[in-house]
């Protein structure tokens, strides 16, 4: 499991680095090499992947429900999620919100309370994920 979590980090990483050495040395990039170090990307990470998750993550969850008879993980499982996924909608909601919040703001000054209600609105949804995780973990 390790030498798998290894070699896709390996496969992350240096596509990050690749892509700061093409920055670096000043490279103009194309649709048709940005797609093709996408596929070598993808090509490459996604079946690691796919192979720990069919050989190894079944026998280490088999080895982990023979020690742990509990059926709390599923709670602990509901509440990482529910505060994972609303976290990812809030930050892509944000991102969203905020970039049209800026360009209003930057034609009309007077718009920056209005702007603020909608990024306050679309960070609300992280909390509402997180109240769902503290009710979640309430009931284990």
Do not use: C, H, W
Not at 27 to 32: F, R, V
Not at 50 to 75: E, H, K, N, R, Y
Not at 130 to 138: D, K, N, T, V
Request: charged share 10%; hydrophobic share 55%.
């Amino acid at each position: 499991m390790e030498k798998i979590l290894i070699l896709s980090s390996l496969i992350v990483l240096l596509t990050i680095g690749s892509g700061f050495y093409l920055v670096y040395k000043g490279t103009e990039a194309s649709k048709k090499k940005l797609k093709r170090i996408m596929r070598v990307n993808l090509f490459a990470f996604i079946p690691t992947i796919a192979f720990a998750l069919i050989t190894i993550v079944p026998q280490a969850v088999q080895a982990a429900g023979a020690t742990d008879p509990s059926a709390s993980g599923m709670g602990f499982l509901g509440a990482a999620l529910s505060t994972g996924l609303a976290a990812l909608g809030a930050g892509i909601a944000v991102g969203s919100v905020g970039s049209s919040a800026i360009g209003a703001v930057s034609e009309d000054p007077s718009f920056l309370g209005k702007t603020l209600i909608f990024i306050g609105l679309a960070e609300g949804i992280a909390i509402y994920g997180l109240i769902i995780s503290i009710i979640i973990l309430g009931r284990l």
